[in-house]
Nanobody, 115 residues
Framework: QVQLVESGGGLVQPGGSLRLSCAAS?????????MKWYRQAPGTQRELVAS??????TYADAVKGRFTISRDNAKETLYLQMNSLKPEDTAVYYC?????????WGQGTQVTVSS
């Protein structure tokens, strides 16, 4: 059974940093054609934050220069390093992986940026 489990969320002050992790089990992440981070704030639609495919990273304009997506194939883990966090980054962050004709989702981890 394939599972994606996010961790690393929490409460941080504006300007702070967090690193999110997404650990995969039941499958090797090199099997995924792409891996992505999404986020969803209350009352809004889920939005794509960053993706990595064949080593190419792409980012939403709102996070460019502040967030970095990476993966460690040996640890079967996807990461999102988030720096210079802003209150508008507050959301539940989800890991997503594309596999063949479908995709897998994690359960999400809450990130709250507040003083």
């Amino acid at each position: 059974q394939v599972q994606l489990v996010e961790s690393g969320g929490g409460l941080v002050q504006p300007g702070g940093s967090l690193r999110l992790s997404c650990a995969a089990s039941g499958i090797t992440i090199v099997s995924f054609s792409a891996m992505k981070w999404y986020r969803q704030a209350p009352g809004t639609q889920r939005e794509l934050v960053a993706s990595i495919r064949s080593g190419l990273q792409t980012y939403a304009d709102a996070v460019k220069g502040r967030f970095t997506i990476s993966r460690d194939n040996a640890k079967e883990t996807l990461y999102l390093q988030m720096n210079s966090l802003k209150p508008e980054d507050t959301a539940v962050y989800y890991c997503n992986a594309l596999y063949r004709s479908g995709s897998y989702w994690g359960q999400g981890t809450q990130v709250t940026v507040s003083s």
